[in-house]
């Protein structure tokens, strides 16, 4: 079994794309981060104020269910964790996906994708849904890096 786990929540696809080929790149498990109930476009529309998306995101105590709790995390030492940026940080989603398992002594290295906007504040954000564990900002993937590109990203954790 592999030591690295990649695990993403990817609500257009463009965050799966990135995580898929970055587990390839790296000969890793991949998990899927989905939530209980699929988000849909007009749930993502950020530009209104009562979209789901939206209310999460303003609520920081906000755990979207998760549709499942398999990820195999126990059996590995570094868990990659990929997601859009939204309105600055992580999806609540994936504190959502922290908090159901025991990440203690476990490296999380994050990857996102984003329209524009850096990590912000997002490790600080998601320490206390892991705190046992160590979180580290890994890269901003956009676009559609090259294998070796994937390669030395991870390499560095």
Do not use: C, H
């Not at 690295?4 to 965050?15: D, E, K, M, N, P």
């Not at 789901?52 to 030492?77: H, I, N, Q, W, Y």
Request: glycine share 8%; charged share 20%.
């Amino acid at each position: 079994m592999s030591k690295i786990l990649v695990t993403y929540f990817s609500a257009s696809g463009v965050t799966a794309r990135v995580a898929e080929n970055l587990s390839r790149a790296i000969d890793a498990d991949l998990y899927e981060i989905t939530p209980a109930v699929p988000y849909t476009k007009s749930d993502l529309n950020w530009m209104d104020k009562q979209s789901r998306s939206s209310v999460e995101m303003r609520d920081k105590s906000s755990r979207p269910a998760l549709s499942d709790t398999s990820a195999p995390v126990a059996g590995f030492d570094t868990v990659f964790v990929g997601f859009p940026i939204w309105w600055y940080v992580a999806p609540t989603i994936i504190n959502s996906f922290l908090e159901a398992y025991d990440f203690s002594g476990k490296k999380i290295v994050l990857f996102a994708t984003s329209g524009g906007s850096g990590f912000g504040k997002t490790v600080a954000g998601l320490q206390p849904s892991a705190p046992n564990a160590v979180i580290v900002e890994g890269a901003i993937l956009n676009g559609s890096p090259t294998q070796a590109e994937l390669r030395a990203f991870a390499d560095k954790f």
